[in-house]
């Protein structure tokens, strides 16, 4: 059973950074697209960046390109979601999830598997 944990989220100021790590368990990266997704109170989820296992590819929400970085670690089964310049509104809760396909997609009902989420809080 696929699981995925995020850790990271927290408290902090507008112009701050946050990381947010997500840890997998029993799949390799090279088989899934990993996602990164956010759901504000009473906003629906959106999806915030991904990548492709296929070619390397990168896709941002443009809310969030040029602050936002998403990185992996193969070895230790871990995506990384690097945010700065932190604004208000990126106040969410942030999943990522795992689609057993290699085209990347920012469609969240095309992913399989998700963390628990993690809470991103930015004050103004």
């Known amino acids: 059973e696929v699981q995925l944990v995020e850790s990271g989220g927290g408290l902090v100021q507008a112009g701050g950074s946050l990381r947010l790590s997500c840890a997998a368990s029993?799949?390799?990266?090279?088989?899934?697209?990993i996602g990164w997704f956010r759901q504000a109170p009473g906003k629906e989820r959106e999806g915030v960046s991904c990548?492709?296992?296929?070619?390397?590819?990168?896709y941002y929400a443009d809310s969030v390109r040029g602050r936002f970085t998403i990185s992996r670690d193969n070895a230790k089964n871990t995506v990384y979601l690097q945010m700065n310049s932190l604004k208000p509104e990126d106040t969410a809760v942030y999943y990522c999830?795992?689609?057993?396909?290699?085209?990347?997609?920012?469609?969240?009902?095309?992913?399989?598997?998700w963390g628990q989420g993690t809470q991103v809080t930015v004050s103004s």
């Open positions: 999830a795992a689609r057993s396909a290699v085209i990347a997609t920012m469609n969240e009902r095309l992913y399989d598997y």
């Open positions: 029993t799949f390799n990266f090279d088989d899934y697209t």
């Open positions: 990548f492709s296992s296929s070619d390397g590819s990168l």
